[in-house]
């Protein structure tokens, strides 16, 4: 495990493969840690330099009081990556992790040299679909609608066939510091990427799980149709977390997407 301060954060992050040219960051859900990427991380190998974090108010970053801002998410990653001298990068964002890339990615291209935009979108839900569920959470807790969450998170097959592994992303999830969980709803209740997502000059390309409740199939298309240039797919057999549930898939669209650049 490894430690730092960037933009005023006290941030938990891994970096392996620091030799390798080319590098890949991820950014996470809303309610992750770094660990929903050890799979595709493993299935990578050396291919590239690792960099994976918990965002401020998950895992082991610092939680301060909300609301943050999608400028705070995206300081964060950037002081990050320029902190462990990382730019041109392929970063992989997922859900409100794709928010914060494409953020980055209009703030800084130089560190931000293409982008994988996984089950995410320019605006995700509404501003009062996440002040209902901020409400919800000081009310009861993130236990309260945790079951609901993962109905979304993840597909019929996987919820029916691994309950051990539902159990334990289940206790990810509610495990989330409290202030830090509701910190990152006010950021996606207040965040509109539609005209950012327009001026994105970037490789991009988005994907999709078939079975995504929390950001469908359409709603990624309709992302990817503003960006310029950007291509779309659809990950079979997985909900909102590819990540978890086929990690060879991503890995192997990561690992094609870093040779072609490579090889550019």
């Known amino acids: 495990m490894a430690f730092g301060r960037f933009n005023h954060q006290i941030l938990h992050f891994r970096d392996n493969n620091p030799e390798a040219r080319q590098a890949i960051v991820f950014v996470n859900a809303l309610g992750t840690e770094l660990g929903i990427w050890d799979q595709v991380a493993a299935l990578l190998g050396g291919a590239a330099r690792l960099l994976r974090y918990d965002l ?139 005209e950012t997502a327009r001026t994105l000059r970037q490789p991009v390309h988005c994907l999709v799980g078939a079975e995504d409740g929390a950001t469908p199939p359409d709603l990624v298309r309709s992302m990817s149709a503003l960006i310029p240039g950007a291509t779309f797919e659809i990950v079979p057999g997985a909900g909102h977390l590819p990540c978890i549930e086929r990690p060879d898939w991503l890995a192997a669209r990561i690992g094609s997407l870093v040779k072609e650049k490579s090889v550019a």
Do not use: K
């Not at 300081?75 to 990382?86: E, F, P, Q, V, W």
């Not at 980055?104 to 501003?127: F, N, Y």
């Not at 309260?144 to 990810?172: C, H, K, Q, V």
């Open 56 to 194: 401020r108010g998950q895992g082991l970053s610092d939680a301060p009081p909300g609301p943050y801002s999608i400028a705070d998410h995206a300081g964060d990653l950037g002081a990050l990556m320029a902190a462990r001298g990382i730019r041109g990068a392929l970063v992989v964002g997922l859900s409100v992790g794709g928010l914060v890339a494409q953020a980055l990615a209009a703030q800084r291209p130089d560190l931000a040299g293409s982008l994988m935009l996984c089950d995410t979108a320019h605006r995700i839900g509404t501003a009062e679909m996440w002040q209902a569920r901020i409400d919800a959470i000081r009310t009861g807790g993130i236990a309260s609608i945790a079951d609901a969450i993962l109905e979304r998170w993840f597909s019929r097959t996987f919820r029916e066939n691994s309950p051990a592994e539902l159990a334990g992303y289940r206790n990810m999830l509610v495990r989330t510091p409290l202030e830090g969980y509701l910190g990152t709803c006010a950021t996606l209740r207040d965040t509109d990427l539609t």
